[in-house]
């Protein structure tokens, strides 16, 4: 803010100062995308949500939400109202892609990206092992010991 009247700089550094703290104050309070991201699909009964943190590993993305849907319908329908509401917050319009299949559907929201799946598709695909590395060192000894309690 600077003062038209010919005040001092100083009282001018002052309002701004005084501004900017109160838009750090306020936006402390505002949730969070990710925050927001987990929230509608726990509201729309979403199973088995993963947050995966990207931040240094990848250009694309700062995280990775992973949640399941239990019918290609109810995949669908988390998607759609992810996106509505990323729309009604203000963050613009999400990318869909996959949603007429309802399988795998991906929601490009820019720092975040979901994927929502069918429980067999996310099994099949297995992005928690591709992207975690000791979810993947988890798996290996699960699978390791099944095999030796079958030999």
């Known amino acids: 803010m600077r003062d038209s009247g010919g005040g001092s700089s100083e009282r001018s550094l002052t309002l701004t100062a005084t501004t900017a703290a109160a838009v750090a104050d306020i936006t402390q309070f505002e949730p969070s995308l990710l925050t927001r991201i987990r929230s509608s699909l726990e509201d729309d009964k979403a199973e088995d ?73 996310r099994s099949y695909y297995d992005l928690e092992g591709m992207w975690s590395v000791d979810e993947t060192a988890q798996r290996r000894n699960q699978i390791s010991t099944r095999v030796s309690l079958h030999a």
């Open 49 to 121: 949500l993963v947050t995966i943190d990207l931040t240094g590993r990848s250009a694309l993305t700062d995280a990775l939400v992973l949640a399941t849907g239990r019918s290609a319908r109810h995949v669908a329908s988390l998607a759609e109202n992810l996106a509505r509401r990323l729309k009604d917050w203000g963050y613009g319009k999400a990318r869909l892609e996959g949603l007429s299949q309802g399988d795998w559907v991906l929601v490009d929201a820019g720092d975040v990206v979901v994927h929502v799946f069918r429980a067999e598709v």
